[in-house]
């Protein structure tokens, strides 16, 4: 089965500064790549997410970027706010279309 | 459009009782829903997977006796956690594959509290 690391655990920014988070995976056959965002008590919510038959793909502050051969993926957020504050997930599945496998999550703090 | 609901959002029971929760997909068909189970500042870990029309198919270690899984209709799933003792207490989400879209949607989660 899938074996999913995310890394780093916590995060601790200023507000303005770059985040980046990064999730390793170890099914090749893995063909999709959706980054979620939980706030406390709260359902995931799907922030970003990228096939595999592309390397980048960026929405307004937000961007993963994938490299398959390496099997990992990253989050990056730009310009951080305060309300970024939350934790992420990173959730790969493979082409058989089973289940989403979480990473461990990654809580970001923004501070002002 | 494609909203899974899940009720109840929360609910408090005694130890040995059962309790129910509830998926719909309200706008779309949902032939496998997925169940995950979250401790406090831990990650999602699917329990299992829902089909509808057959046996649901449970990951490691979960006791398929004591998390009973109905996929009976495709806009249905539910969950039964049987003889609920306070180690089961724990937010319960569901998620749906929306067909044709690459993305899955969740429920609210259901905050379960066994005393």
């Known amino acids: 089965g899938e074996n999913v690391e995310q890394h780093p655990s916590t995060l601790s920014v200023q507000e303005g500064d770059s985040a980046v988070i990064k999730c390793t995976y170890s099914?090749?056959?893995?063909?999709?790549f959706p980054w979620y965002k939980q706030e406390l008590g709260k359902r995931p919510q799907l922030i970003i997410d990228?096939?595999?038959?592309?390397g980048e793909k960026k929405d307004q502050r937000i961007a993963v970027t994938l490299n398959k051969t390496a099997k990992h993926f990253s989050l990056h957020i730009t310009e951080t706010q305060p309300e970024d504050s939350a934790v992420y997930f990173c959730?790969?599945?493979?082409?058989?279309?089973?289940?989403?496998?979480f990473g461990k999550g990654t809580t970001l703090s923004v501070s002002s | 459009g494609a909203v899974v609901s899940q009720h109840p959002s929360w609910v408090i029971c005694k130890s040995g009782t059962s309790v129910k929760i509830e998926c719909r997909s309200l706008?779309?068909?949902?032939?496998?829903m997925f169940w995950y189970r979250q401790f406090p500042k831990q990650s999602l870990m699917l329990m299992a997977t829902s089909n509808e029309g057959s046996k649901a198919t449970y990951e490691q270690g979960v006791e398929k006796d004591k998390f009973l899984i109905n996929h009976a209709s495709l806009t249905l799933s539910t969950l039964t956690v049987t003889s609920a003792h306070p180690e089961d207490s724990s937010f319960y989400i569901c998620s749906a594959r929306v067909p044709g879209r690459d993305g899955y949607t969740f429920g609210s989660g259901t905050r379960l509290t066994v005393v």
């Open positions: 990228i096939r595999s038959n592309v």
């Open positions: 959730a790969p599945y493979n082409q058989a279309g089973t289940a989403l496998i």
């Open positions: 099914d090749s056959a893995s063909n999709y």
């Open positions: 706008d779309f068909q949902a032939t496998t």
